[in-house]
């Protein structure tokens, strides 16, 4: 599943890594962010070379379980590039500013609508 | 690719879900976050059918392009649970609480580690 680290106190979204089962267990065990490495088919603990350690505050599972929330303290840069987080690569959004429906952004309300569907797709 | 879905505002992280090529494309020319299903192989745009759409803010892609952090404006709820977020199923840590080390709480500057790795797994 999805690992998506969250730092604690700033709520800036650090990073994303896998994690399996055993390390879900491990990570929830340890207090310690562990993933699991598809490429080199191995368990990691972040920061165990660089010192950059993830102490967990707190994990979520998502509603369809395929992606977790990891709330961490965080010791230096999350990203192997030295930045804070590794979403730094910002994308142009090329399309004109949609401005939110009146009654949504006036009353902070949801618009609501009926929903037939199941799952995720909401 | 992963995509992270992060409330502008708040912060919140509120979904995960699957995008490939085209779906960035069409959530960045379109300004709603448009996503693949994996299970039906189909692009759904958020918000189609349940009227909870996402206007996106702001697009970032990770260090080794295998995930997107979209921010947006979420209209009502995120989960088709009816939930804000998708991670309101919180896990139990169970590892005894660690300090950070003091330098780390006192000053708010990372600890530094030579870091002889390369990849994400810093």
Same mark, same amino acid.
């Given at each position: 599943?999805? *690992?998506? $680290?969250?730092?604690?106190?700033? !709520?800036? $979204?650090?990073?994303?890594? #896998?994690?399996?089962?055993? *390390?879900?267990?491990?990570?929830?065990?340890? !207090?310690?962010?562990?993933? #699991?490495?598809?490429?080199?088919?191995?368990? #990691?603990?972040?920061?165990?070379?660089?010192?950059?350690?993830?102490?967990?505050? *707190?994990?979520?599972?998502?509603?369809?379980?395929? *992606?977790?929330?990891?709330?961490?303290?965080?010791?230096?840069? /999350?990203?192997?590039?030295?930045?804070?987080?590794?979403?730094?690569?910002?994308?142009? $959004?090329? /399309?004109?500013?949609?401005?939110? @429906?009146?009654? /949504?952004?006036?009353? !902070?309300?949801?618009?609501?609508? @009926?929903?037939?569907?199941?799952?995720?797709? /909401?």
């Amino acid at each position: 599943m999805a *690992a998506i $680290v969250r730092e604690h106190g700033t !709520g800036d $979204v650090l990073m994303m890594a #896998w994690m399996d089962d055993e *390390a879900l267990h491990r990570t929830l065990t340890t !207090g310690r962010a562990t993933y #699991w490495s598809r490429s080199r088919q191995e368990y #990691w603990v972040k920061g165990e070379t660089s010192g950059h350690h993830q102490y967990v505050k *707190a994990v979520s599972l998502d509603c369809d379980g395929d *992606a977790v929330l990891v709330t961490v303290e965080q010791v230096g840069a /999350a990203c192997h590039t030295g930045n804070h987080t590794c979403f730094f690569d910002e994308l142009p $959004v090329t /399309a004109p500013k949609t401005e939110l @429906p009146a009654t /949504a952004t006036k009353t !902070g309300l949801p618009v609501t609508a @009926p929903t037939a569907e199941t799952g995720t797709q /909401a």
